[in-house]
C-alpha cells in the first residue's frame, strides 16, 4: 500500500472516530418520556405566574426501571445542553410534576421551549426527553378614572380606556360589598339581574340595569386582551340607585321617553324608538348627555301626565317632536352601539 492510500484510510478513520465522539446520544427506543397535563392548558402565563408540568417516563420493554432527569430551558434536549432548572429522580410510569416560576424561564412576551431529559440510571446511553413550550406574557393595564352616577335601577359607568392596542372587551363587576372591606370574597350580582363580570365590550362606558333602589353596589372594570389575559381591578367606585319618577302612571314599559311615548302614543312606536336610539347612543355614552338626560327624567313626567289627557296637546307635541326626531335619526350612528341595549332614568 502506498504511503498516500495510507495516509487516506488512516484521515476516514479518525473523521469517524471523531464524528462518533461529538455526536449527542442518541434518544432510547424503549425509554419514552411524555407530557400529561398543562396548566395552564395554554401554557401561557404572566410574569407573576407559574407553570405545571405533569409528565412521565415510561419503556417499552421494563429495561427502564429508575433514572435522573433534568428540567432544562432551551438546547436541544441532550443533557446539558439548555439551562438546568429542576434535576431530580425518577421511577418507570410514575407521575412527576414540574412547577417553574415566570422568573425562572425569562422575561415577557416571548415563547420558550423547556425540556424534560430523562436518563437510565443504570445505563447512560439509555436517554430521552420532551418538550413543552411555554409563553410568558404581559397582562393589559386596567383602565382608570372610574366614574359611577346612579339612575332608577342602574349605574352609568365611564371609564378612560386602557392604553394597549390589542384590547378585546372590558369586564365590569360590582356587587354590594367592597373589596376593601374584611368580608369581601368575590364580587358578584348583588341582586341585579346579570351575573358579574358583565362583558361590556370595547367601550368607555356602559349602563348597568337591574338593580335595586337604595342599594349600594361597588363597581371595578378590567381590561381582557385578545389573549385572553386580564388586567388587575380598575380603582373601585360606588353608587347607590335611586327612584326618581313614578313610572307606573305613565308607561307600562320601562325606561320610556315619557313625554314622546306620551304624544305618539306608546314605547314601540318608530318615533319614540328613533329617540331612545339617540338617548342611549349618542347622550348616555357622555357625562354632559347624561347630565341633560337625567334633567329631563325629572321634569317631563308631569308633562307627560297632561298630554295623556289631551289628545289635542298630543297633536301639537307630535308636530314640534317631528324636527327633534328627524335630527335624532341624522346623529345617531347606524348599527348596533356595542354596548347593553339598557335605558336609564
Not at 455526536?23 to 401554557?43: D, G, K, M, Q
Not at 425569562?106 to 440510571?121: E, K, P, R, Y
Request: net charge neutral.
Amino acid at each position: 500500500m502506498s504511503t498516500l492510500k495510507r495516509k487516506k484510510n488512516s484521515a476516514g478513520i479518525f473523521v469517524g472516530v471523531l464524528f462518533w465522539a461529538l455526536a449527542p446520544t442518541v434518544a432510547s427506543a424503549s425509554l419514552s418520556v411524555s407530557i400529561l397535563e398543562v396548566n395552564p392548558t395554554t401554557a401561557i402565563i404572566t410574569s407573576s405566574q407559574q407553570v405545571s408540568l405533569t409528565w412521565k417516563a415510561t419503556s417499552s420493554d421494563n429495561s427502564f426501571t429508575s433514572g435522573d432527569y433534568r428540567v432544562e430551558l432551551g438546547g436541544n434536549g441532550t443533557s446539558g445542553s439548555g439551562t438546568l432548572l429542576q434535576t431530580g429522580t425518577v421511577t418507570v410510569d410514575v407521575q412527576v410534576s414540574t412547577t417553574l416560576t415566570a422568573n425562572q424561564i425569562g422575561d415577557v412576551n416571548d415563547t420558550f421551549t423547556i425540556f424534560v431529559i430523562v436518563t437510565n440510571s443504570s445505563d447512560a446511553t439509555d436517554t430521552n426527553f420532551t418538550a413543552q413550550t411555554v409563553t410568558l406574557y404581559n397582562p393589559p393595564q386596567a383602565p382608570t378614572n372610574l366614574t359611577v352616577e346612579a339612575g332608577d335601577t342602574r349605574l352609568m359607568l365611564s371609564w378612560t380606556s386602557s392604553p394597549d392596542s390589542n384590547v378585546d372587551h372590558y369586564n365590569v363587576y360590582y356587587g354590594t360589598i367592597s373589596r376593601f372591606d374584611s368580608t369581601f370574597s368575590s364580587y358578584y350580582n348583588g341582586g341585579g339581574t346579570k351575573e358579574s363580570p358583565v362583558n361590556a365590550g370595547n367601550v368607555s362606558s356602559y349602563v348597568l340595569s337591574g338593580l335595586e333602589n337604595g342599594i349600594t353596589y361597588y363597581v371595578a372594570v378590567e381590561t381582557v386582551d385578545t389573549q385572553a389575559a386580564k388586567s388587575a381591578y380598575s380603582d373601585e367606585g360606588s353608587g347607590t340607585p335611586v327612584q326618581t319618577y313614578g313610572l307606573g302612571d305613565i308607561s307600562s314599559e320601562k325606561g320610556g321617553c315619557f313625554i314622546a311615548t306620551a304624544a305618539f302614543g306608546g314605547e314601540n312606536d318608530p318615533q319614540v324608538q328613533k329617540l331612545r336610539s339617540f338617548r342611549d347612543r349618542v347622550l348616555l355614552p357622555n357625562r354632559l348627555g347624561r347630565f341633560w338626560v337625567h334633567r329631563y327624567y325629572q321634569a317631563s313626567p308631569p308633562v307627560a301626565r297632561i298630554l295623556t289627557r289631551s289628545p289635542m296637546l298630543k297633536s301639537v307635541t307630535r308636530s314640534l317632536l317631528g324636527p327633534v326626531v328627524w335630527a335624532a335619526r341624522l346623529i345617531t350612528p347606524p348599527g348596533d352601539s356595542g354596548r347593553e341595549k339598557s335605558t336609564i332614568e
